[in-house]
């Protein structure tokens, strides 16, 4: 299957559960989510750090789970905070969640359930764009269309140039895996050659045909009047399963050009 970018959508199903704090003579007051992809047995942890008292406790709380979530899997981390947390620091029920991306769906529940995130725009969070949006450009009615807004990586800085949206097919396999979710950068400026861009193909209805991403490669001539011109642009699989094919000049634009897998 090609390799497409498609807009967001639960393509898994994860499981969560809420910490809370259970003291007495208090009300009960949410701390965190955890949620845990079945199929990998791998957690995403997000608890709140805003408690005037005991921030020492709760830190050392997430620094513990963390430790257990790399070191014994999310299964068995989970049913242990089941069967051990019941009194200052409890569990709620498991309850299914679809899923498109783990690192943004733990964001969101932490948001709906535990605290409110602030959410910088381009400086702690990009837009996660649909297809016509990101094919647009980049232009101020662009947030009106963002479909969500997603952390950046983890010492990241962010610019209004950047966007996320998902890619699904495993023709750019092993780099970028089927239904990841992966920031790109719009409008790449300097050379394109060898890089991996996200490429729109004209004349072609179907989006998932029409929005690619592939490694772009050209092969370019002198003319008479020494002027350079595009003797051959080719987009490239990484994955050798899969043939490249070459296009016209004026049958293509760039998009953006892709920076990393966020999940």
Request: proline residues 5%; glycine residues 8%.
């Amino acid at each position: 299957m090609p390799a497409s970018v498609v807009t967001r959508m639960g393509r898994r199903e994860g499981v969560y559960v809420l910490l809370e704090a259970a003291l007495p003579g208090h009300a009960i007051t949410p701390l965190g989510v955890l949620l845990v992809d079945p199929e990998t047995d791998r957690g995403w942890l997000r608890m709140r750090r805003d408690f005037a008292e005991g921030d020492e406790v709760l830190e050392a709380t997430e620094d513990h789970l963390r430790q257990l979530l790399a070191e014994d899997g999310a299964s068995t981390v989970l049913a242990w905070m089941e069967d051990t947390l019941s009194n200052a620091i409890r569990v709620t029920d498991r309850q299914a969640v679809a899923v498109d991306a783990f690192s943004r769906v733990v964001e969101r529940l932490y948001a709906e359930h535990v605290a409110p995130v602030e959410v910088q725009r381009f400086r702690t969070h990009v837009p996660l764009y649909s297809l016509k949006a990101a094919a647009g450009g980049l232009g101020e009615e662009m947030e009106s269309v963002a479909e969500d807004w997603v952390p950046l990586p983890e010492g990241m800085r962010g610019s209004e140039d950047l966007f996320v949206a998902h890619v699904v097919g495993d023709s750019m396999l092993p780099r970028i895996p089927n239904g990841s979710l992966n920031l790109f950068r719009f409008h790449p400026q300097g050379s394109r050659q060898g890089k991996n861009l996200l490429i729109q193909r004209f004349g072609v209805l179907d989006e998932t045909a029409r929005f690619t991403v592939k490694r772009y490669t050209s092969r370019k001539v002198a003319s008479e009047e020494g002027e350079w011109r595009h003797e051959q642009i080719r987009l490239e699989p990484l994955n050798p399963d899969y043939e490249a094919w070459d296009l016209e000049p004026d049958a293509f634009a760039v998009v953006g050009e892709w920076l990393r897998v966020i999940e």
